[in-house]
């Protein structure tokens, strides 16, 4: 009879030794779990009496007699399923958080980037959604100083921004190659001719200008205009170009939709534009962050 001690600590060995005694159990005899476990019977019969000693009780009953459980092995038998049934839970449970991520996604998107044509943010967005219900997305459209900062300190996961000048403490993928065009509103003085306005032209109006930063580039065409008016975002720039008082530079996606009804016109289109690089930007050194990852990979797929 072995020596009854109290048990100390489940390790993983003694859930080997219970998934070898649940097998034999329920095979009726140690020949009979040959087959079932893939281990020769004298296998079986150490790892039962390694069990036996273990826990400090006779499991069963074997011999010429035949193989039976005793009182103490039915006892065990019931509480070693109940926690192999509980780890088989726990791993179940665990695999689906993986599939169903749960938490909060923080973005910070620069103004009318829905226009893209390519749409990859709004791919990865629904991608990510699909994943799981459980993730609550959190847009911001901000400025890309604000979405840097956001970014630096923690408050957003991830931005989108134009590259302009790359900041140490940020990581960047390029996103989107987009065109700016120099553009008036149908009520502007300059849109009957708009094909053929000359910088002496340009001079001569008022122009809008944004205030955030630009790439050498842009600069340099903004310094063909005449400053009149400033806006933070793109958005700023639409609403003035609209009043007919002003021109200025928008995205070519995002202006589209106004050149089509006749309400916007190009100027110059054949040199008077530039283009700008759009990053997904996200901090260096940042935590493990599953949902963020997911949303990443969501992106690099819609290449």
């Known amino acids: 009879m072995p020596k009854k001690t109290p048990l100390s600590q489940v390790s993983d060995f003694d859930l080997r030794l219970l998934r070898v005694f649940k097998t034999v159990a329920e095979c009726g005899s140690f020949a009979a ?23 400090g009780m006779r499991l069963c009953q ?3 007699a035949g193989f039976a459980l005793t009182d103490e092995g039915r006892e065990v038998m019931r509480a ?3 926690v192999l049934v509980a ?7 665990v695999n689906l958080m993986h599939q169903q991520l749960r938490g909060d996604l923080n ?11 390519r749409m990859r943010i709004t791919r990865a967005l629904k991608a990510l959604r699909a994943e799981g219900a459980g993730v ?45 065009n120099l553009y008036c509103s149908r009520e502007h003085s300059l849109f009957a001719r708009a094909a053929e306005v000359s910088n002496e032209d340009l001079k001569a109006v008022d122009a809008v200008v944004p205030n955030y930063r630009l790439t050498a580039e842009a600069i340099g065409l903004h310094q063909l205009l005449n400053f009149a008016a400033s806006a933070t975002d793109r958005e700023g720039i639409a609403f003035l170009i609209l009043t007919g008082s002003y021109i200025g ?47 990443l990979d969501a992106l690099e797929r819609t290449r």
């Open 136 to 180: 609550k997305i959190n847009l911001s459209m901000s400025t890309p100083g604000e979405i840097e900062r956001g970014l630096l300190d923690g408050r957003l996961h991830v931005g989108a921004l134009p590259l302009i000048t790359p900041l140490s403490g940020l990581e960047y993928s390029l996103l989107y190659e987009e065109r700016s």
């Open 107 to 117: 973005i910070g998107i620069v103004n009318n980037l829905v226009t893209q044509p």
């Open 62 to 64: 074997r011999g010429r």
């Open 249 to 295: 530079f928008l995205p070519d996606h995002y202006a589209a939709a106004w050149v089509e009804k006749g309400l916007m016109a190009p100027l110059g289109p054949d040199r008077l534009f530039f283009d700008a690089k759009l990053a997904i930007a996200t901090r260096k050194g940042r935590r493990q962050n599953l949902i963020l990852e997911r949303f």
């Open 33 to 55: 779990a040959e087959g079932a476990l893939g281990i020769s019977r004298s296998a079986i019969s150490l790892h039962m009496s390694d069990l036996e000693k273990r826990l």
């Open 87 to 93: 780890i088989e839970s726990f791993r179940s449970e």
């Open 80 to 82: 070693g399923e109940m």
